[in-house]
Nanobody, 125 residues
Framework: QVQLVESGGGLVQAGGSLRLSCAPSGRTFRSYDTGWFRQAPGKQREFVAGITWSRDVPYYADSVKGRFTISRDNAKNTVYLQMNNLKPEDTAVYYC??????????????????WGQGTQVTISS
């Protein structure tokens, strides 16, 4: 069982930045692919960004490419999501998720068995 803890959400104005953090409780991220998803009110949970363990390759949804950066610090056992140039449409609860590593990162929620509790990100216009 992998328990994930997110932090870093908040309220910022459009154009601002936030950095989300995700760390597993009681174990490391070793051999786990990690993804960030988000869910806005009335919408389905959607993939935002992810990073593979085996190749350390990042993947992004088209809506955040060029604005968000996912990274992993193995020494701190933490995965980050740096979010720049935030827009009101980025407002959502952001979730960290993890799954056993595979050759290609998954972008669908059902592929990830482990989830954090979510952190609220609100962007004001």
């Amino acid at each position: 069982q992998v328990q994930l803890v997110e932090s870093g959400g908040g309220l910022v104005q459009a154009g601002g930045s936030l950095r989300l953090s995700c760390a597993p409780s009681g174990r490391t991220f070793r051999s786990y692919d990690t993804g960030w998803f988000r869910q806005a009110p009335g919408k389905q949970r959607e993939f935002v960004a992810g990073i593979t363990w085996s190749r350390d390759v990042p993947y992004y949804a088209d809506s955040v490419k060029g604005r968000f950066t996912i990274s992993r610090d193995n020494a701190k056992n933490t995965v980050y999501l740096q979010m720049n140039n935030l827009k009101p449409e980025d407002t959502a609860v952001y979730y960290c998720a993890a799954k056993t590593q595979t050759l290609q990162l998954g972008t669908r929620t059902w592929e990830y068995p482990y989830w954090g509790q979510g952190t609220q990100v609100t962007i004001s216009s």
